[in-house]
Nanobody, 114 residues
Framework: QPVESGGGLVQTGGSMRLSCAAP????????MAWHRQAPGNERELVAE???????NYADSVKGRFTISRDSAKNTMYLQMNNLKSEDTAVYYC??????????WGKGTLVTVSS
C-alpha cells in the first residue's frame, strides 16, 4: 500500500512537498497520481505522472504544483508552491500498476492558513 508523508500546516503563499512511497513491485511501470478531497467535496485529480515521465495537471494547480518521481527510491513527490486556502484538503497517493488496478494511500492532510 502506498504511504504518503509531508502534510501539515502552511501559510498562504507558502510551499510544501508531499511524498508517496510504495513497494517496487507496485511502482515499476505504473502511472502514479495525487488526488485530493476537501471537506464536502468529491475527490479530484491533482496531478499524475506516467512511467515515462509524462505529466498531467488539474487547471487549478498548473504553474504552482510539480509532480515528479524517483524510480530508484520508488517514490513520487508533489511540490506545492504559492499555496492557497482552497488547496486545503486530504491528499491521496494513487498507484496504477495496470490499467484499472489501483492502490490508494490513506492520505495526508494539508491545511493552508491565512
Amino acid at each position: 500500500q502506498p504511504v504518503e508523508s509531508g502534510g501539515g500546516l502552511v501559510q498562504t503563499g507558502g510551499s510544501m512537498r508531499l511524498s508517496c512511497a510504495a513497494p517496487e513491485t507496485v511502482v515499476t511501470g505504473s502511472t502514479m497520481a495525487w488526488h485530493r478531497q476537501a471537506p464536502g467535496n468529491e475527490r479530484e485529480l491533482v496531478a499524475e505522472i506516467t512511467s515515462d515521465g509524462t505529466t498531467n495537471y488539474a487547471d487549478s494547480v498548473k504553474g504552482r504544483f510539480t509532480i515528479s518521481r524517483d524510480s530508484a527510491k520508488n517514490t513520487m513527490y508533489l511540490q506545492m508552491n504559492n499555496l492557497k486556502s482552497e488547496d486545503t484538503a486530504v491528499y491521496y497517493c494513487r498507484v496504477e500498476p495496470f490499467r484499472g488496478i489501483f492502490f490508494w494511500g490513506k492520505g495526508t492532510l494539508v491545511t493552508v492558513s491565512s
